[in-house]
């Protein structure tokens, strides 16, 4: 039986980009905008965090955006306000970061793991090939200062359940240890988090691999699209994009919530 209560999909950023970064070789020269997302889980075992989105302080402070971020490049700055901290979003629900148990981090791009700093959770799970590729590997949107800190690190390799009814399901391509999460609740169909092994529902609608995959392996990236695809027909579960800003206006908006 599922131990899954809530799930709140949080908004902590939008970030305007070119889409041929989420739909590989497809929409060259259209700039969407896209939420970066974190979701809050409530189970009976505790709180659990799917990714903590952007380092606020290298977005607000002139001096670290000029750093991490060139206007000129893949990565301009996303668009971020103080209210979009994740403490603020716990707030408005009466918690504190104390009160997030387990954060799961989809992968180490900085608009997914940056928020760490505000929000570290008692544990930090994430997977051994993607905390080997952001150390060891060059991609411009791992920040490395994001995950230098003294985090309460799990690492894990390969599938596994959180709690029943949160599983850990691998979907590498877009980075190397990318993970989704699957989330059964007690109404409705189950969710799989796709996290970046989907931005858009045309990725997942017309398979089209990320625009960035990890040592330039589209292959890898649409076999984790086509199990996600078999996974929700199996099992009649629903596939939540991670960036696309349509799909998340039809969602419940926070402080409402799913279960």
């Not at 939008?14 to 590989?24: F, P």
């Not at 896209?34 to 606020?56: K, M, Q, S």
């Not at 690190?153 to 240890?177: F, N």
Request: aromatic share 10%; charged share 25%; proline share 6%.
């Amino acid at each position: 039986m599922t131990q899954a209560l809530k799930l709140w999909p949080l908004l902590t950023a939008v970030h305007r980009y070119d889409k041929s970064l989420s739909t590989r070789n497809c929409g060259q020269g259209k700039i969407i905008q896209a939420p970066i997302l974190a979701y809050l889980i409530e189970t009976r075992n505790g709180r659990i965090l799917y990714d903590v989105g952007c380092d606020y302080s290298k977005i607000a402070d002139p001096f670290l955006r000029a750093d991490y971020y060139d206007e000129e490049n893949l990565f301009g700055a996303p668009e971020m306000h103080e209210s979009q901290r994740l403490p603020n979003h716990l707030a408005k629900l009466g918690l504190t970061p104390a009160d997030v148990d387990l954060v799961f981090l989809s992968h180490l791009h900085f608009d997914h793991a940056g928020g760490l700093c505000d929000v570290c959770g008692k544990e930090v799970h994430v997977q051994k090939d993607e905390l080997e590729a952001a150390q060891n590997t060059f991609d411009p949107a791992y920040f490395s200062a994001d995950i230098a800190g003294d985090y309460p690190w799990k690492v894990m390799q390969g599938e596994y359940d959180l709690v029943p009814g949160v599983r850990a399901i691998s979907s590498p391509g877009h980075t190397a240890g990318h993970m989704s999460l699957w989330v059964e609740l007690s109404k409705g169909a189950p969710i799989v988090l796709c996290g970046d092994a989907a931005d858009l529902a045309e990725n997942i609608q017309k398979e089209i691999p990320p625009g960035i995959c990890w040592e330039d392996r589209a292959d890898l990236a649409l076999d984790s699209i086509r199990k996600l695809k078999s996974l929700a027909a199996e099992e009649s579960a629903e596939l939540w994009p991670n960036h696309d800003m349509t799909f998340f206006r039809s969602l419940n908006q926070f402080p409402k919530f799913h279960e």
